[in-house]
């Protein structure tokens, strides 16, 4: 799948990204400020995209995941401040920081299948991570 | 009728239709003319006073500057003006409808054939007064209305300190009434400490500037209160006297406010303090936690990547070290940094292994900026030491800092780099960690040529 990465802090970044390979994504960024994550966004067709609230150039993840989702790109937010992604009314979750691969993997796996509409009752062994958020 | 009557005759009448009082005295005080305007100002009829004495229609002044003036005119042969401005109630002369006569007498003495009597004249000065007093009213208002209203207190006093007036605000300020306070000293409004910084004697005034600052002290509030004021004071002269006006603000609440505020920011630095402090403790924890694990690895090829974990824990441990140990925590004393890490890397590896020349000039980073700096020089350094040909290896640190930014070095004299090296395209995690950093705060990362070894330079805009 083709994932989208807005993030500014780069080792985490880097993170994200070293996982969602190793989960067979296909990966676009790390765009650290809004404008740049909707060039990126414009460029090919995501699938998913994981956004952080607070953006460097003092840009903000909340007005980029109104673009995106207006775009048709699903987002996941992936953040400390749950509060406020909450409260934005866009994105389909959020993933809290601190995350662990198996919590990044899992959550984005699950994210997709809300995008595509396939709810499937989830099995106990696929409980969704205890640090994800879904919103609606 | 002979003439000389007519003229007594016609002089009584002139008399009695003056529009002012005429008495005349004999040397033995006896009243010989009382004129119609006197009996109407006295109630006391011409006919019952006639030949009596001036001290039976004014008994209360037989002894008072009215008197002496009359024995001045009839013994001395002097003359004498008492004024209604500076004797407030000359003679108990009333207005037809009861209210008070304001009135000035002028007393002087007349020769006549049976020898020297006295001429007391007196003017009525109640309208001239009263217009006066309407204009000086008309004039004060707009000064009286702001000093009435003035939510500062405002005081006069003479060049002693005698407090002559105050306005109501400084009775409310001081818990006294204008009554209470006028005559005696400024004092009485101010704290022990402070009374003397009143400005009294025409040399404090003199040298005071007309511009100077507001002087800080401390007045007495409502039950001894201590009332931080500032006070302005401007000195103005009547009638030859100089008079000091200052008004005293009541900086009270404010000086509260503004020490609550000083509190809170100390009470906020000691917190952010103590936060970098347990920060740094944490991290080395982790850090320690690392250098344990790696204890009972022997030669296991895992042990060199835990001891990078564990270096780069450090290095931001040593951000925040330095955060706590700082006044400031909006920025990093990167210079103070830099030499503690190369210090810390030299003494790690043993003087045999490494050697660092550092040339730092002074430089403060933004706090955003100081851990991915902190993260990316320890790579630089590391690196250096990792990659080096002989013992010791030679390492020079440069941070030169211009207005326009600032720029780090970090070259060694190893065996250099591979041909075509490309830093951005490098997989190890050292090279994308400070790629990734070095583009995070905004610098860029240059591979200069040099002749021996290899060298980085990190370039970061302002």
């Known amino acids: ?136 | 009728m002979s003439p000389a009557s007519d003229s007594i005759r016609n002089s009584g009448l002139v008399l009695d239709a003056l529009d002012s009082g005429v008495v005349i005295l004999g040397a033995d005080h006896r009243v010989q003319i009382w004129n119609a305007w006197m009996e109407r100002a006295t109630d006391v009829s011409k006919a019952t006073l006639m030949g009596k004495s001036i001290w039976e229609a004014f008994p209360a002044l037989a002894d008072s500057r009215f008197s002496d003036a009359i024995d001045d005119a009839l013994e001395a042969g002097a003359s004498s003006v008492l004024t209604h401005s500076l004797h407030s109630a000359l003679l108990p002369l009333h207005l037809p409808d009861g209210r008070p006569l304001l009135h000035d007498l002028m007393i002087r003495p007349l020769i006549a054939p049976e020898g020297r009597q006295c001429l007391i004249q007196v003017r009525d000065v109640t309208v001239t007064v009263e217009r006066e007093r309407l204009l000086r009213e008309r004039r004060d208002a707009k000064y009286r209305a702001v000093v009435d209203t003035a939510l500062d207190a405002i005081v006069t006093t003479d060049t002693a300190g005698t407090l002559q007036w105050m306005n109501r605000a400084a009775e409310r300020i001081f818990d006294v009434t204008s009554a209470e306070a006028v005559g005696q000293d400024i004092g009485l409004l101010l704290s022990l400490e402070d009374r003397s910084r009143w400005p009294r004697g025409s040399e404090a005034l003199a040298s005071r500037e007309a511009s100077a600052p507001p002087i800080e002290l401390i007045g007495r509030g409502r039950g001894g209160v201590p009332l931080n004021l500032e006070l302005s004071v401007a000195e103005w002269r009547s009638e030859d006297r100089t008079f000091v006006t200052g008004i005293l603000r009541d900086v009270t609440e404010r000086r509260r406010a503004r020490d609550a505020l000083e509190q809170a920011v100390a009470d906020k630095t000691v917190l952010l303090r103590e936060i970098n402090h347990r920060v740094k403790n944490s991290l080395q924890l982790v850090s320690g936690l690392l250098s344990l694990q790696m204890a009972g690895l022997g030669d296991s090829p895992a042990k060199p990547l835990l001891r990078d974990a564990s270096d780069r824990i450090s290095a931001v441990a040593r951000v925040h070290h330095r955060l706590y140990q700082s006044d400031k925590f909006s920025t990093l004393d990167f210079t103070a940094f830099l030499r503690e890490l190369c210090d810390d890397l030299v003494q790690a590896s043993g003087d045999s292994v490494c050697a660092i020349r550092l040339e730092a000039d002074a430089l403060e980073v933004d706090i955003d900026q100081a851990a991915p700096l902190g993260l990316i020089t320890n790579e630089l350094i590391t690196n250096a030491i990792k990659h080096r040909a002989l013992n010791p290896a030679l390492i020079d640190v440069s941070l030169r800092s211009d207005p326009g930014g600032f720029t780090l070095t970090v070259s060694d004299q190893g065996p250099g780099l591979v041909t075509g090296f490309d830093a951005a395209k490098s997989k190890t995690l050292g090279m994308r960690i400070i790629t990734a950093l070095t583009r995070q705060i905004g610098g860029t990362l240059q591979i200069p040529p040099t002749p021996l070894g290899a060298a980085f330079r990190v370039t970061v805009p302002r």
Not at chain 1, 117 to 130: D, E, F, I, V, Y
């Open chain 1, 1 to 136: 799948m083709n994932i989208l990465l807005v993030e500014d802090e780069a080792l985490i970044a880097m993170e994200q990204q070293l996982y969602l390979e190793e989960a067979g994504h296909s990966v676009t960024g790390p765009a650290t400020h809004a404008a740049a994550a909707l060039t990126m966004a414009a460029s090919r067709r995501h699938d998913l995209a994981l956004v952080d609230v607070h953006l460097a150039r003092d840009t903000n993840g909340i007005m980029v995941a109104r673009e995106l989702t207006g775009m048709g790109v699903p987002c996941l937010f992936v953040t400390s401040h749950p509060e406020e992604a909450q409260a934005s009314g866009y994105g389909l979750g959020c993933l809290i920081k601190p995350f662990s691969q198996e919590e990044l993997t899992r959550s984005v796996e699950l994210a997709l299948e809300i995008a595509a509409g396939r709810q499937a009752a989830l099995a106990p062994a696929s409980a969704p991570p205890r640090n994800l958020l879904l919103f609606g």
